[in-house]
């Protein structure tokens, strides 16, 4: 699969991490890494969205944000702004347990402009695959502050793609110290 891009959303320092979360270490690599390697099962164009200089390090393409502060909608933004294919997906960098046979299944039906997955708990609208057909209706939102996830998602009728088996598990997002400690004591 090489008609798409994939865009991680590196973003600010987190207070309750109280680090960079792309750059804490899971078994001893950063999440980062881990994200990297699973994405690179579906794509070789990867772009980091981010403001910082932290993930120099890393040889892929970075993007600081052209829209600031606006939050997750900003970063897509951003991200199919510079994708090189007509479908981006798009992973935050706090999901260190993702794999890239899970992340496939958002590629199934090629006609939906949004696919995101779900679990029994909640919506993953930072684990998802995004059309740069979105691009107008993304910028209106973003003019108009209305930066809610859902909300937005809703507007577009996205798919969703509900995973609520032992899969799940791997749309954790590790964004406390105390989850790291928790995941890293495993």
Same mark, same amino acid.
């Given at each position: 699969?090489?008609? =798409?891009? =994939?865009?991680?959303?590196?973003?600010? *320092?987190?207070?309750?991490? $109280?680090?960079?979360?792309?750059? =804490?270490?899971?078994?001893?690599?950063?999440?980062?890494? /881990?994200?990297?390697?699973?994405?690179?099962?579906? %794509? @070789?164009?990867?772009?980091?969205?981010?403001? %910082?200089?932290?993930?120099?390090?890393? &040889?892929?393409?970075? *993007?600081?944000?052209?829209?600031?502060?606006?939050?997750?909608?900003?970063?897509?933004?951003?991200?199919?702004?510079?994708?090189?294919? $007509?479908?981006? +997906?798009? +992973?935050?960098?706090?999901?260190?347990?993702?794999?890239? %046979?899970?992340? @496939?299944?958002?590629?199934?039906?090629?006609?939906?402009?949004?696919?995101?997955?779900?679990?029994?708990? *909640?919506? /993953? &609208?930072?684990?998802?695959?995004?059309?740069?057909?979105?691009?107008?209706?993304?910028? =209106?939102?973003?003019?108009? /502050?209305? #930066?809610?996830?859902?909300?937005? +998602?809703? %507007?577009?009728?996205?798919?969703?793609?509900?995973?609520?088996? /032992? *899969?799940?598990? $791997?749309?954790?997002?590790?964004?406390?110290?105390?989850? #790291?400690?928790? #995941?890293?004591?495993?």
């Amino acid at each position: 699969m090489n008609d =798409v891009s =994939v865009a991680i959303l590196c973003g600010g *320092r987190s207070s309750r991490m $109280q680090s960079e979360k792309g750059l =804490v270490l899971y078994n001893g690599i950063p999440f980062i890494e /881990h994200i990297i390697a699973a994405a690179k099962e579906l %794509s @070789k164009d990867i772009i980091l969205i981010t403001n %910082s200089t932290d993930y120099d390090y890393l &040889p892929f393409e970075k *993007r600081k944000d052209i829209e600031i502060d606006k939050g997750p909608l900003g970063g897509i933004y951003t991200a199919l702004t510079y994708a090189k294919h $007509q479908n981006c +997906l798009i +992973l935050s960098c706090d999901i260190p347990l993702i794999k890239g %046979s899970l992340l @496939k299944l958002l590629f199934e039906n090629e006609n939906v402009t949004a696919t995101v997955f779900k679990d029994t708990d *909640r919506t /993953h &609208p930072l684990i998802g695959c995004y059309s740069k057909k979105l691009m107008t209706k993304l910028k =209106v939102a973003i003019e108009k /502050h209305e #930066l809610k996830m859902m909300r937005f +998602l809703d %507007s577009v009728d996205a798919e969703f793609i509900t995973i609520d088996d /032992h *899969r799940s598990e $791997q749309f954790r997002n590790i964004n406390t110290v105390t989850a #790291l400690n928790e #995941l890293n004591n495993k």
